[in-house]
Structures are given as C-alpha cells and as structure tokens.
T-cell receptor, first 116, second 113 residues
Framework: EAGVAQSPRYKIIEKRQSVAFWCNPISGHATLYWYQQILGQGPKLLIQFQNNGVVDDSQLPKDRFSAERLKGVDSTLKIQPAKLEDSAVYLC??????????????FGPGTRLTVL | AQSVTQLDSQVPVFEEAPVELRCNYSSSVSVYLFWYVQYPNQGLQLLLKYLSGSTLVKGINGFEAEFNKSQTSFHLRKPSVHISDTAEYFCAVTRGGSYIPTFGRGTSLIVHP
C-alpha cells in the first residue's frame, strides 16, 4: 500500500513570495490533515478535510494561508505572501474513517519550508 | 481545552538499557492518547494508542505505554532500546467529539552504543 505522498520535499523562498505544497493521501482515506511543525515543537493542525469539505480550519491563518481538496482526493496548501515565521515543516496526514477522533493518522514525509 | 506536557526534551540512554518517556495531559473530559515516532527527515508514525479498556497498551517495535487516569499520565516505555530507536517521540491527545489532536513538544531519544 502506497503511503502519503508530498511534494516538494524542500523549498526555499524569500519573504513575500508565494509557495504551494501538494499532498496525495492514501487511496480511500476520507480524511486529510495539514499540520505545521515548527522546529522544536510538535505538529499543529492547520486544517482538516473530510472528503472535499472542510471540517475545521480554526487554526489556519486565513489572511495568507489557503487550502483546497478538489474531488476529495489530493490537496494543496498555499501561502501567499510568506513570512519569516512560516519557516517550518508542513506535514500532510490522512485517515480512513470519517469519525477520526480515535483513528490512526498516516503521515507523509513533509515539506521543509525555509523563508529567507 | 486539552494540553500535553512532555517533561523531557531529550533523553540519552545506552543501548540495551530500559527507557521511559514521560507524558502528562490535562483535559476535563475523556480522551484518546497516542504516541508517535518521527525518524529524521520522515513523517510521524503511530507507535500505539489508548482508546479504552486495558490501561497497558502494547505497540510496535517493543514499546508499551500505561494510561494512568488519576495521574493524567501516559508514559512510554521500552525494556531494552536499540540504536535504531534514536528518534523524536511525540505524545498526542484528542478528546471525544473533537477531531483536533494536540501534540506535545516532543522528546528526543538518543541511544548511545
């Protein structure tokens, strides 16, 4: 079974530029998550999708971050414009069932973003 | 709101020695508890989870954790570690009715030969 795929693995941009990350979850997984992991901290949930609908985006900085999951499969996370404090690893995860509070999440390898 | 405290940022240990990584949580409602491992340049992988039932949970790679409701703890243990266990370990909690997990800051386990 293929795991969660993410690209690119690394990205370096200058502040005020735009960047996009892509995630392809495990086939058949209904729920998709985007996390931000700042160095030295645990992952923080940015947004959760259930199929192609948003379940929770309360921690997403909507003035600069956006995300979509077209057709309920793969997803993109965009930052526009980027700030220095956005430097982090962006993790995508997916889980099988809709009621995901106790379900196992499967994580991708992450995209390491450096904003200069 | 729930919170997770991992009391040790770094735990050095010699190979074949036992190890305990500590995790405490705070929540006013029932919770589900998880331990994840993150190897360098990789995503998180689930080690084990507590949902209900037996308070001693066994996971992959010889790890186990014990849920202690009175002490609000969920410490991770392994009786004999290997060099390959060197990684970052994260404790996480979700509460019933909420899909938003809260992660601790992580504990770096460093196994020396």
């Amino acid at each position: 079974e293929a795991g969660v795929a993410q690209s690119p693995r690394y990205k370096i941009i200058e502040k005020r530029q735009s960047v996009a990350f892509w995630c392809n979850p495990i086939s058949g997984h209904a729920t998709l998550y985007w996390y931000q992991q700042i160095l030295g901290q645990g992952p923080k949930l940015l947004i959760q999708f259930q199929n192609n609908g948003v379940v929770d985006d309360s921690q997403l900085p909507k003035d600069r971050f956006s995300a979509e999951r077209l057709k309920g499969v793969d997803s993109t996370l965009k930052i526009q414009p980027a700030k220095l404090e956005d430097s982090a690893v962006y993790l995508c995860a997916s889980s099988l069932v809709v009621t995901a509070e106790a379900d196992t999440q499967y994580f991708g390898p992450g995209t390491r973003l450096t904003v200069l | 709101a729930q919170s997770v405290t991992q009391l040790d940022s770094q735990v050095p240990v010699f190979e074949e020695a036992p190890v305990e990584l500590r995790c405490n949580y705070s929540s006013s409602v029932s919770v589900y508890l998880f331990w994840y491992v993150q190897y360098p340049n990789q995503g998180l992988q689930l080690l084990l989870k507590y949902l209900s039932g037996s308070t001693l949970v066994k996971g992959i790679n010889g790890f186990e954790a014990e849920f202690n409701k009175s002490q609000t703890s969920f410490h991770l243990r392994k009786p004999s570690v290997h060099i390959s266990d060197t990684a970052e370990y994260f404790c996480a909690v979700t509460r019933g009715g909420s899909y938003i997990p809260t992660f601790g800051r992580g504990t770096s386990l460093i196994v020396h030969p």
